[in-house]
Nanobody, 115 residues
Framework: QVQMGESGGGLVQAGGSLRLSCAAS????????MGWYRQAPGKQRDLVAH???????NYVDSVKGRFTISRDNAKNTVYLQMNSLKPEDTARYYC?????????WGQGTQVTVSS
C-alpha cells in the first residue's frame, strides 16, 4: 500500500520560491499519473498539477508559468518547484495519484506566502 509523505513547505515572502517533495513509501513506477493538490483554509482540496509516468505535465491556469511538477520514478518521489509565489498560493499541499485515492492522502506540507 503506497503512502505519500510531503515535505518542503514553509514561510516565504511573495515572489519567493519553494520546492516541495513527495516521497512515496512504495514504487510509483506503475502509477500512471501523480498529482499535487492544495487546500486553503475553508476551501476544498483542488488539483494544482499532474504528471504522467512519461513526464507529460498539466497545470491549473493559476500556476502556469510559475510551478513545475516533476517525478523521479527511481526514487519514488514527485516534486513541485514553486516560483514567484503569491499570497493566494498559501495552502496545505498534498500529493496523490490522479485521480486521487482517499487512503493515500498524507499529512501534507504547509506553504505560507506573506505579502
Amino acid at each position: 500500500q503506497v503512502q505519500m509523505g510531503e515535505s518542503g513547505g514553509g514561510l516565504v515572502q511573495a515572489g519567493g520560491s519553494l520546492r516541495l517533495s513527495c516521497a512515496a513509501s512504495g514504487s510509483i513506477f506503475s502509477i500512471n499519473v501523480m498529482g499535487w493538490y492544495r487546500q486553503a483554509p475553508g476551501k476544498q482540496r483542488d488539483l494544482v498539477a499532474h504528471i504522467t509516468r512519461g513526464g507529460v505535465t498539466n497545470y491549473v491556469d493559476s500556476v502556469k508559468g510559475r510551478f513545475t511538477i516533476s517525478r523521479d520514478n527511481a526514487k519514488n518521489t514527485v516534486y513541485l518547484q514553486m516560483n514567484s509565489l503569491k499570497p493566494e498560493d498559501t495552502a496545505r499541499y498534498y500529493c496523490n495519484t490522479f485521480p486521487p485515492i482517499g487512503r493515500r492522502w498524507g499529512q501534507g506540507t504547509q506553504v505560507t506566502v506573506s505579502s
